[in-house]
């Protein structure tokens, strides 16, 4: 069974592929969906994959997500800018037609393939690696950049207001609605101290500064398929956010899920490698010959901003009572906040050198 409706393998049969189902198992990828890989027999061949359950506590309006991707994957299709990989990621449509499937419950379903011989990484092991995954993002900015911000929903409204998330946290610190705000006096206090940062991006935007793009605001390393064998970044996966956006966004975001040698649950060693930071302006910059000269100006500032971001969701989820993001365990958002919180106070370390190299680059 999917769990609450119909079974999995009626799910995958309202999707247009060719071979006989053979299996269905669950994988345990990201903080929101829930992710199923079918594989089929078509001959003496069996082809792979995925079926994702859209989270819509997280989404509201599915569908519209849903409308963006198959916008995106579209419109990359048919760029006619070049791209360094001839693989990529393909909707499969329903038997009806349609970019998804919805279950009479309300779910919504879709299907992609699996792209074969390619894995993600939850960190980065060279800056190499850190400047293939930053290729593959510019290259996506790179070839969106034509598509009018108006062409998509914003399927999760201000999900990158940073100063908004501020004042959500000053609220639910107030009302406290599981009695845990105490435990957080510290990381308050330091969050208090950086409400400057919160308005950073935001105010460019509203002054006109930064132009308002279709972005991917996913942008995390292990959302980029790598190449098992040659190591370069295949594709850019996960576009479930892919929405009218910022830059700096996205690619503070590979800062942020980067430059530290450790993942997101790891509190012990979390640092900025200055050879991880450069490779990742080298690489997007490289790809992405699109941006304004206030995008540039900002890259070495973008990862402190959405760094301080995350901490403030994950706290903000760990006082509301861990509703939106997966947890394991008590305390995991708490945990994860302070995680982001010390990355924050090695980026504010690291910031002159950062904007020093992306100085030369201009
Ligand atoms: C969520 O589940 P995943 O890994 O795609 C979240 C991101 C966070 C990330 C933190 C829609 O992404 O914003 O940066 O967790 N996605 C949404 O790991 O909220
Ligand atoms: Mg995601």
Same mark, same amino acid.
């Given at each position: 069974?999917?769990? $609450?409706?119909?079974?999995?393998?009626?799910?995958?049969?309202?999707?247009?592929?060719?071979?006989?189902? +053979?299996?269905?198992?669950?994988?345990?990828?990201?903080?929101?969906?829930?992710?199923?890989?079918?594989?089929?027999?078509?001959?003496?061949?069996?082809? @792979?994959?995925?079926?994702?359950?859209?989270?819509?506590?997280?989404?509201?309006?599915?569908?519209? =997500?849903?409308?963006?991707?198959? $916008?995106?994957?579209?419109?990359?299709?048919?760029?006619? $800018?070049?791209?360094?990989?001839?693989?990529?990621?393909?909707?499969?449509?329903?038997?009806?037609?349609?970019?998804?499937?919805?279950?009479?419950?309300?779910? +919504?379903?879709?299907?992609?393939?699996?792209?074969?011989?390619?894995?993600?990484?939850?960190?980065? &092991?060279?800056?190499?690696?850190?400047?293939?995954?930053?290729?593959?993002?510019?290259?996506?900015?790179?070839?969106?950049?034509?598509?009018?911000?108006?062409?998509?929903?914003?399927?999760?409204?201000?999900?990158?207001?940073?100063?908004?998330?501020?004042?959500?946290?000053?609220?639910?610190?107030?009302?406290?609605?599981?009695?845990?705000?105490? #435990?957080?006096?510290? #990381?308050?206090?330091?969050? $208090?101290?950086? #409400?400057?940062?919160?308005?950073?991006?935001? %105010?460019?935007? %509203?002054?006109?500064?930064?132009?308002?793009?279709?972005?991917?605001? %996913?942008?995390?390393?292990?959302?980029?398929?790598? %190449?098992?064998?040659?190591?370069?970044?295949?594709?850019?996966?996960?576009?479930?956010?892919?929405?009218?956006?910022?830059?700096?966004?996205?690619?503070?975001?590979? =800062? @942020?899920?980067?430059?530290?040698?450790?993942?997101?649950?790891?509190? #012990?060693?979390?640092?900025?490698?200055?050879?991880?930071?450069?490779?990742? =302006?080298?690489?997007?910059?490289?790809?992405?010959?699109?941006?304004?000269?206030?995008?540039?100006?900002?890259?070495?500032?973008?990862?402190?901003?959405?760094?301080?971001?995350?901490?403030?969701?994950?706290?903000?989820?760990?006082?509301?009572?861990?509703?939106?993001?997966?947890?394991?365990?008590?305390?995991?958002?708490?945990?994860?906040?302070?995680?982001?919180?010390?990355?924050? @106070?090695?980026?504010?370390?690291? &910031?002159?050198?950062?904007?020093?190299?992306?100085?030369?680059?201009?």
């Amino acid at each position: 069974m999917s769990g $609450k409706g119909i079974s999995l393998e009626s799910i995958a049969q309202e999707f247009r592929i060719q071979g006989e189902l +053979v299996s269905i198992e669950g994988i345990d990828t990201g903080l929101i969906n829930s992710t199923y890989i079918a594989s089929y027999q078509l001959g003496s061949e069996q082809k @792979r994959y995925i079926l994702q359950r859209i989270n819509s506590h997280v989404f509201p309006d599915p569908i519209a =997500v849903m409308e963006n991707v198959a $916008k995106v994957i579209g419109h990359l299709k048919a760029s006619t $800018k070049s791209s360094s990989s001839s693989r990529s990621l393909e909707l499969f449509p329903t038997t009806g037609g349609l970019p998804y499937f919805k279950e009479q419950d309300g779910s +919504v379903w879709r299907c992609y393939n699996f792209i074969e011989g390619c894995c993600t990484y939850d960190t980065v &092991e060279s800056p190499e690696q850190a400047y293939q995954a930053a290729f593959a993002f510019g290259e996506f900015q790179n070839k969106l950049a034509d598509l009018s911000a108006e062409d998509l929903t914003e399927t999760i409204v201000d999900f990158h207001h940073t100063r908004k998330r501020f004042a959500r946290l000053m609220e639910l610190v107030a009302a406290d609605p599981c009695g845990r705000a105490a #435990e957080i006096t510290a #990381e308050l206090a330091f969050i $208090k101290d950086r #409400e400057s940062v919160v308005g950073r991006l935001i %105010d460019l935007r %509203d002054t006109g500064a930064l132009p308002v793009r279709i972005t991917h605001n %996913d942008t995390k390393f292990n959302n980029v398929m790598v %190449d098992e064998q040659s190591g370069e970044a295949v594709c850019v996966i996960d576009l479930d956010t892919v929405m009218p956006g910022l830059s700096l966004y996205d690619f503070g975001d590979l =800062v @942020r899920t980067s430059v530290s040698p450790y993942s997101e649950e790891d509190i #012990e060693g979390v640092s900025v490698r200055m050879p991880v930071f450069k490779a990742l =302006v080298d690489g997007y910059l490289t790809a992405c010959d699109c941006l304004h000269e206030a995008e540039v100006e900002n890259l070495a500032y973008a990862g402190n901003v959405i760094t301080l971001e995350l901490a403030i969701r994950f706290l903000s989820d760990y006082l509301e009572g861990d509703l939106y993001f997966k947890t394991e365990r008590e305390g995991q958002n708490l945990h994860r906040a302070r995680v982001q919180l010390e990355l924050v @106070r090695q980026l504010e370390a690291s &910031e002159e050198e950062m904007a020093a190299y992306v100085r030369q680059w201009k």
